[in-house]
């Protein structure tokens, strides 16, 4: 059983299109992220939810919206795609959002979801 | 200047060689820390924790040192299967935990 599964895992699309990745995790987790890994393989985090609740929104163009629409989902909409948002998206989860100093919760990333613009 | 650094290698060593790569944090408020591996083409997945005191989980050990700001990993009596990038990651924890990642260090394990 896949513990953090997103599709589509390749995906080819124009500039200008929009598009959406799905993720979903079977582990009871409460918190899920995106991440966006680019071709310097730098792996950045971009959102993070808690309980269905944004908690971490890093400086992102306003063309990508996360939706939560429950705990075990997290999906990243993307409008007018650009050259630049080709790269690899990892949707990940962790049992909590780690709140406390020195508290740090284990997570666990998805098989990643290949972005190419043409 | 990046939060994390890595040396980005690649690291060629024959198999039963002992490889240590360092990384380097530059916020000092970070708290927790840890080694993560990446195959090539696959996600990100934890290696070990990073403790004061350091700690060891069968051939790899690590170490972290808060005045200096820097971790390292050990990995002795390298296998081919250990060939991977190696990602060193802080958690500055700001109310949320908030995983910055190294850009890596390559390994390769040759026979």
């Known amino acids: 059983d896949t513990a953090v599964s997103q599709t589509p895992k390749y995906l080819v699309t124009q500039m200008g299109n929009d598009k959406s990745i799905k993720c979903e995790q079977n582990l009871g987790h409460d918190t899920m992220y995106w991440y966006k890994q680019d071709s310097k393989k730098f792996l950045k985090i971009m959102f993070s939810y808690n309980n269905k609740e944004l908690i971490i929104n890093e400086t992102v163009p306003n063309r990508f919206s996360p939706k939560s629409p429950d705990k075990a989902h997290l999906n990243l909409h993307i409008n007018s795609l650009e050259l630049g948002d080709s790269a690899v998206y990892f949707c990940?989860?962790?049992?909590?959002?780690?709140?406390?100093?020195?508290?740090?919760?284990?997570?666990?990333f998805g098989e990643g979801s290949w972005l190419t613009v043409v | 200047r990046k939060e994390v650094e890595q040396d980005p290698g690649p690291f060629n060593v024959p198999e039963g060689a002992t490889v240590a790569f360092n990384c380097t944090y530059s916020n000092s408020a970070s708290q927790s820390f840890f080694w993560y591996r990446q195959d090539c083409r696959k996600e990100p997945k934890l290696l070990m924790s990073v403790y004061s005191s350091g700690n060891e989980d069968g051939r790899f050990t690590a170490q972290l040192n808060r005045a200096s700001q820097y971790i390292s990993l050990l990995i002795r009596d390298s296998k081919l299967s250990d060939s991977a990038t190696y990602l060193c990651?802080?958690?500055?924890?700001?109310?949320?935990?908030?995983?910055?990642f190294g850009t890596g260090t390559r390994l390769l394990v040759s026979p």
């Open positions: 990940a989860s962790s049992q909590g959002p780690g709140r406390s100093p020195n508290s740090g919760n284990t997570i666990y």
């Open positions: 990651v802080v958690n500055r924890n700001t109310g949320f935990q908030k995983l910055v």
